[in-house]
T-cell receptor, first 117, second 112 residues
Framework: GAVVSQHPSWVICKSGTSVKIECRSL??????MFWYRQFPKQSLMLMAT?????????EQGVEKDKFLINHASLTLSTLTVTSAHPEDSSFYIC?????????????FGSGTQLSVL | DAKTTQPTSMDCAEGRAANLPCNHS???????VYWYRQIHSQGPQYIIH???NNETNEMASLIITEDRKSSTLILPHATLRDTAVYYC?????????????FGQGTTLQVKP
């Protein structure tokens, strides 16, 4: 199956700082990537759709100025949590479809655990 | 996309078949049924998907009722490593964005 790599796996930061999370498609080109967040014992919540070369599309209730998404190449999307606060502590997961394996399948990264002190 | 209903949790004995049900009574004709699972602190893993015919791959089988209002994921010989949260998701094939909307899923506990 296609491989989606996410980095870092975990990060601890101080309140007020910004954190960048990278999502790479290792063996395919992904024109579209998706960002989810997950709180403990809850399901995944879609945050935004990242489109290569254009602005991201955010789900209702997600602050676009808080969660900056950049999709500058066909293999890399980044999520920056700006001015992080403890309530932003969560598990962030990216995903992408591999056109070569059919748009129906969505492949996920291993996730990034963010802890804001 | 249609909503799905799954039991919150299930237990299964190791080596036995695990049958995970999913109700999707409002499914439309162009919507597929997908199954993903998430092992603790990892990203979700694709298992299988289908439209109306039963499907089988190396991981599992998917049985969809004739009226398509429900389906069952079957893990033929469950192992301890199959302990995870299993998500049943319905998504329109015509949707070209690829995004999946996750429900609460079923927590499957495989016991020795």
């Amino acid at each position: 199956g296609a491989v989606v790599s996410q980095h870092p796996s975990w990060v601890i930061c101080k309140s007020g700082t910004s954190v960048k999370i990278e999502c790479r498609s290792l063996d395919f080109q992904a024109t579209t990537m998706f960002w989810y967040r997950q709180f403990p014992k809850q399901s995944l919540m879609l945050m935004a759709t990242s489109n290569e070369g254009s602005k991201a599309t955010y789900e209702q209730g997600v602050e676009k100025d808080k969660f900056l998404i950049n999709h500058a190449s066909l293999t890399l999307s980044t999520l920056t949590v700006t001015s992080a606060h403890p309530e932003d502590s969560s598990f962030y997961i990216c995903s992408a479809t591999n056109p070569g394996q059919g748009r129906e399948k969505l492949f996920f990264g291993s996730g990034t655990q963010l802890s804001v002190l | 996309d249609a909503k799905t209903t799954q039991p919150t949790s299930m237990d299964c004995a190791e080596g036995r078949a695990a049958n995970l049900p999913c109700n999707h009574s409002t499914i439309s004709g162009n919507e597929y049924v997908y199954w993903y699972r998430q092992i603790h602190s990892q990203g979700p893993q694709y298992i299988i998907h289908g439209l109306k015919n039963n499907e089988t791959n190396e991981m599992a089988s998917l049985i969809i009722t004739e009226d398509r209002k429900s389906s069952t994921l079957i893990l033929p010989h469950a192992t301890l490593r199959d302990t995870a949260v299993y998500y049943c998701i319905v998504r329109a094939f015509s949707s070209n964005t690829g995004k999946l909307i996750f429900g609460q899923g079923t927590t499957l506990q495989v016991k020795p």
